[in-house]
């Protein structure tokens, strides 16, 4: 049944050269019988990302590692939909370059699909199981209060809404990114919200969540400010 479905692994990049190849390593040795394809989206990286994903084109193939380069930073939600147009399997998994995302769990989204025909298979990092690695308590309160939050108002049935590492059938993923119009931190969570409020089915999987190994995180305090303003968008909209 696994070796019929084929898996899109769309990850989006910037300044991500330190961290792309190990990556990609790890996603080979954890899916060694499963059909799939890595297509990198980077926004104009000016640190050399391109290049690495050029040469670990020659090693594993172009037919497996896709370079779906973009001139500029243009937006999460935009990457998602430029690597879709590319996608040739039937699921898309959607991660982070920065190793915040283990390629370990994948094999644990694939086996949680198939056993349970899910739409939409999410990583959690707040049910038993999952969790935050290296964080300060001011990184941890902010996340978990905006999932509290969040739960409040919204009741989405779905533990970890601002987690970006996901499956999605790739029919699904295409219905709900068409709806989505949030840019950046919030994306991730109006996708899960609208997949909820469309009656998909969406299950689970614990995972550890460990902060980026190389480089800077993205996220300010101009993106805290972007997901209140989200949230109370899709209060109003869903």
Same mark, same amino acid.
């Given at each position: 049944?696994?070796?019929?479905?084929?898996?899109?692994?769309?990850? $989006?990049?910037?300044?991500?050269?330190?961290?792309?190849?190990?990556?990609? /390593?790890?996603?080979?040795?954890?899916?060694?019988?499963?059909? /799939?394809?890595?297509?990198?989206?980077? #926004?104009?990286? $000016?640190?050399?990302?391109?290049?690495?994903?050029?040469?670990? &084109? &020659?090693?594993?193939?172009?037919?497996?590692?896709?370079?779906?380069?973009?001139?500029?930073?243009?937006?999460?939600?935009?990457?998602?939909?430029?690597? %879709?147009?590319?996608?040739?399997?039937?699921?898309?998994?959607?991660?982070?370059?920065? %190793?915040?995302?283990? $390629?370990?769990?994948?094999?644990? /989204?694939?086996?949680? &699909?198939?056993?349970?025909?899910?739409?939409?298979?999410?990583?959690? +990092?707040?049910?038993?199981?999952?969790?935050?690695?290296?964080?300060?308590?001011?990184?941890?309160?902010?996340? +978990?209060?905006?999932?509290?939050?969040?739960?409040?108002? %919204?009741? $989405?049935?779905?533990? #970890?809404?601002?987690?970006?590492?996901?499956?999605?059938?790739?029919?699904?993923?295409? #219905?709900?990114?068409?709806?989505?119009?949030?840019?950046?931190?919030?994306? &991730?969570?109006?996708?899960?919200?609208?997949?909820?409020?469309?009656?998909?089915?969406?299950?689970?999987?614990?995972?550890? /969540?460990?902060? +980026?190994?190389?480089?800077?995180?993205? %996220?300010?305090?101009?993106?805290?400010?972007?997901?209140?303003?989200?949230?109370?968008?899709?209060?109003?909209?869903?």
């Amino acid at each position: 049944m696994a070796e019929r479905n084929k898996y899109s692994i769309i990850i $989006p990049t910037y300044n991500e050269r330190l961290n792309i190849a190990l990556v990609v /390593f790890l996603v080979f040795k954890h899916l060694r019988d499963v059909d /799939f394809e890595i297509i990198v989206v980077d #926004d104009g990286s $000016p640190d050399g990302t391109q290049e690495v994903v050029k040469q670990l &084109q &020659q090693v594993y193939g172009e037919d497996r590692i896709l370079l779906r380069a973009r001139p500029k930073k243009l937006g999460l939600g935009t990457a998602y939909s430029h690597g %879709l147009k590319h996608a040739s399997g039937n699921f898309v998994v959607i991660m982070d370059a920065d %190793l915040s995302h283990h $390629p370990k769990y994948l094999p644990s /989204f694939i086996k949680k &699909q198939l056993e349970t025909g899910a739409s939409i298979v999410t990583g959690t +990092r707040y049910v038993k199981g999952g969790g935050v690695h290296g964080w300060n308590l001011m990184r941890k309160l902010t996340s +978990r209060g905006a999932n509290v939050l969040a739960q409040t108002l %919204l009741w $989405p049935g779905v533990s #970890d809404l601002t987690g970006s590492f996901r499956l999605y059938r790739k029919s699904v993923l295409e #219905d709900i990114i068409s709806s989505c119009v949030s840019k950046g931190y919030v994306f &991730q969570m109006e996708m899960i919200v609208r997949a909820s409020r469309k009656g998909y089915h969406i299950e689970e999987v614990p995972i550890t /969540f460990v902060d +980026r190994v190389y480089g800077s995180s993205k %996220l300010g305090g101009s993106e805290i400010v972007e997901y209140l303003k989200g949230l109370a968008y899709l209060l109003v909209t869903t």
